[in-house]
């Protein structure tokens, strides 16, 4: 890591935050790369003209957003990307960008409406008896991305005449969340996961950035209203190399 200029301090903005920004574009830059290892906290201090203390709290944060890893005695180290997914109750994309303090993104790829009857995923939908029975689906398709990093792949299924509208919503930028409270569905909520994995399809390597010899996890999810009709079924694919999920229990 070399030729790093001292910041320009925004005021009102911890300064220890400022610099853990300034490392972590300087990494998805390509300036430093996984493996590489930084200048000690001595010569950090001196670079970004503050105390060993304010570098060692960037240290540690820029840790446990797993962007380092520090080795006691040897030094920090620039970690591999890979961003912890928690399959919590709320799945919320804005929600998960957020906790890596990076910009984040949902392209649209598609978006559609479909009749239930020519979906592939109908026999799996069936197995499920929380949703209403409605001839059509609101179809569509997002690339995630994390920084300049995708992240996922995402097939979402809307059921119910009402969020027919989220394909003109989503297509217009509207996040997943506000579009449906726009709709009248004020929360939802995860009722069930199912996660396997394969190796990605040629489609899936060329949007995920991605090898052919890189295996990708896919998350099946079904999402409920707060009285339990079901919402939205969709088919969430994730590079394994970048992303890893976890659950917690409550």
């Known amino acids: ?60 944060e820029l840790a446990a957003i797993g962007r380092l890893q520090i080795a006691h005695g040897r030094g920090s180290f620039v970690a591999s990307t890979v961003f912890d997914y928690q399959l919590e109750e709320r799945p919320r994309f804005s929600e998960w960008i957020k906790k890596y303090n990076r910009p984040g993104s949902s392209e649209v790829l598609d978006a559609a409406i479909i009749p239930l009857q020519d979906l592939p995923e109908l026999p799996r939908i069936l197995r499920y008896e929380v949703f209403p029975d409605y001839p ?20 979402h299924l809307f059921f119910g005449e009402r969020l027919l509208a989220l394909v003109d919503d989503l297509q217009q930028g509207l996040g997943i969340t506000v579009s449906l409270k726009k709709r009248g569905v004020s929360d939802y909520t995860r009722l069930r996961s199912s996660v396997s994995a394969e190796l990605p399809q040629a489609r899936e390597r060329r949007l995920l950035a991605i090898d052919k010899s890189d295996p990708v996890f896919i998350c099946e999810n079904v999402n409920i209203d707060p009285e339990g009709v079901g919402i939205e079924f969709s088919t969430v ?10 659950y917690e229990p409550g």
């Open 1 to 60: 890591m070399t030729d790093i200029s001292k910041v320009p301090y925004a005021p009102g903005i911890t300064v220890w935050k400022q610099i853990v920004d300034d490392i972590q574009q300087r990494m998805d830059r390509g300036e430093v790369r996984p493996g590489e290892k930084l200048p000690s906290e001595g010569a950090l201090a001196s670079t970004y003209g503050v105390n060993r203390h304010t570098i060692r709290r960037a240290l540690q």
């Open 237 to 246: 694919i994730y590079p394994a190399s970048r992303v890893r999920l976890v």
């Open 136 to 155: 059509n689906v609101a179809m569509v398709e997002t690339l995630g991305k994390l920084g300049e990093h995708p992240v996922s792949i995402a097939r």
